[in-house]
Structures are given as structure tokens and as C-alpha cells.
């Protein structure tokens, strides 16, 4: 079998008395598109702070191609984060940038290297994702907000990552642009041959986006499956979660 691409063993994390991971087990395969769901308040941010580097548990491990991020600091720290792309849950664009240096920043860290080169790369990205060379010079706040979302996925892929992290992805748009987000994300992932990680409270997202999906409850990860098998689980948490029901076992 082939290393997995990500691992997290029995990872645990308190933040004072607030136990909020309790032994989260995870592998993701090469190539596979997985996602966390999971209450409000259910750690899926702060499973994918520990992933980053961001955030140290307290015990575990988490390995990146086989690559012990726990505890790696430094230029060793770096090189792994360089496989990273991430898609954060508001866009976050720099609002005093074009779009084209916007979708081009972690390849210049924003300095002003090699500008024709740059606009090239970033028209390039953004066609991806279904935009066109008259946005290149506008501010991301003359666009709406799925068009945001396209500029920040042109983001995420310009530097060509080997893991993409999706952060919320459809947070903020309507039923309909969330769902040609969600295409263009599932187009993108086969693509460009990525490993993904997205973690959500939207249901439509997760099934259309994900290959398994992972449910985080209480600290650990309480289920995991197929995407096809997320409404039929069996597991009346994770019934009671995609359904939404306010009455079952989640109180
Ligand atoms: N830096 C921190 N310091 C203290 N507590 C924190 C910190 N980061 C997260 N927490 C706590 O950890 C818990 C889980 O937060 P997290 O952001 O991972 O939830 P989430 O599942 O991503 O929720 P949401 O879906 O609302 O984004 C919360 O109780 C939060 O208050």
C-alpha cells in the first residue's frame, strides 16, 4: 500500500478545561477528496490548524506523506507547508491588490517579481475557474461573491499544490453558486490530481465534493464512509446531523 498522504493519530487537543480533540484517527489517501463535518464547535477548524502547523496538540501525531508535522518547525516546517493550498472560508483577498497579484501572492509572496510573467500565470489560473482576462486588473471588491470564491480557488491552485485544504467553500453563496463552486472544486481535484481536505456543515457540499466523509463528534472522528453512504450511515449521529433534526442523540 502507498503512504498515505495525510495521517492523524490519536490526535488530542485541550485549549484550557475545553477538551476539543480526543484521539482523532484519519488517513487520506493520495488523491482522495475527504471531508469533516461536524457540529459547530466540533474542532474541524482547529483538526485542520493541527494538519497546518498552526495549532500543536497535545499528543499525537499527524504525518504528511509520511512526514511528521508535530513538533517540525523551521525550514523543514516550510517545505512540507509548500505542498498546501488553501481555500479560506471568506476568500480572504487582499482588497489593495488586482486580481491578478491577488491570485499570483504565494508565488511572489507579494512582492512585484516578474509582472508580465505573473499576469500570465494568473490569467491562466483563472480561466480554471471559469473567469476571463477583464477581471485581471479589477479589486475584489468590484466582484461578487462566487466570483470572490473563483479568484481565491485561482489562488489556491496557482502555485500547483499537492494537498488542497477547503476551508467552508460554499459559506456565503447562495444553493446555486455553491453548487458550481462545488463543481469546479470537483473538477479541479480530478485535474489537477490533488488531495483534498475540506471541512463543512453543508451537506450538498460534502457529498458532491468529497470521496468519503468523516464525522467529528465529542473529539473523535464517529464515523466514516463513503460519501453515498451519508445518508443511509446507520449511525443515528450522523442521521441525526445531515437531516438536521433538533430531536436524536446529538443534544
Ligand atoms: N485558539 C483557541 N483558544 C481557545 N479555544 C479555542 C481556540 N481555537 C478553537 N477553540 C475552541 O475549540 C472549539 C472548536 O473550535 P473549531 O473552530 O475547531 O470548531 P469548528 O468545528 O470549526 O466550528 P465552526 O463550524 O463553527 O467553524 C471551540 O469550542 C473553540 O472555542
Known amino acids: 500500500m502507498s503512504v498515505p498522504k495525510i495521517e492523524m493519530r490519536d490526535v488530542t487537543k485541550a485549549f484550557g478545561g475545553n477538551k476539543v480533540l ?26 485542520l490548524k493541527c494538519i497546518l502547523g498552526l495549532v ?28 498546501f493550498g488553501l481555500l479560506f472560508q471568506g476568500s480572504a483577498l487582499f482588497d489593495s491588490l488586482p ?13 512585484n517579481r516578474e509582472p508580465a510573467k505573473m499576469r500570465m500565470i494568473a490569467q491562466e489560473n483563472l480561466e480554471r475557474v471559469g473567469l476571463d482576462a477583464r477581471v485581471l486588473n479589477l479589486r475584489p471588491s468590484e466582484l461578487s461573491g462566487g466570483m470572490q470564491k473563483r ?40 485535474d ?6 475540506t471541512i463543512t456543515h453543508d451537506m450538498a457540499s460534502a ?35 445531515v437531516q438536521g433534526r433538533a430531536v436524536g442523540p446529538i443534544s
Do not use: C
Open 151 to 190: 479568484v481565491a480557488l485561482a489562488r489556491a491552485i496557482a502555485p500547483r499544490p499537492e494537498i488542497i485544504f477547503f476551508d467552508e467553500p460554499t459559506t456565503g453563496l447562495d444553493p446555486i453558486r455553491a453548487d458550481v463552486i462545488n463543481d469546479l472544486i470537483v473538477s479541479l481535484v480530478d
Open 207 to 241: 457529498r458532491k465534493i468529497a470521496h468519503r466523509v468523516a464525522m467529528l463528534y465529542q473529539g473523535r472522528i464517529i464515523w466514516r464512509g463513503p460519501r453515498d453512504r451519508l445518508y443511509d450511515s446507520g449511525n443515528p449521529y450522523v442521521d441525526q446531523f
Open 56 to 83: 500543536q496538540p497535545d499528543r499525537g501525531s499527524i504525518l504528511v506523506d509520511g512526514e511528521e508535522v508535530v513538533g517540525t518547525r523551521g525550514a523543514a516546517m516550510t517545505r512540507i507547508r509548500s505542498k
Open 192 to 197: 489537477l490530481g490533488v488531495t483534498a481536505l
Open 22 to 47: 480526543d484521539g482523532v484517527n484519519l488517513t487520506i489517501e493520495p488523491g482522495e477528496s475527504m471531508a469533516i463535518i461536524g457540529q459547530s464547535g466540533s474542532g474541524k477548524s482547529v483538526s
Open 99 to 111: 486580481v491578478w497579484r491577488n491570485v499570483t501572492f504565494g508565488l511572489t509572496r507579494g512582492r
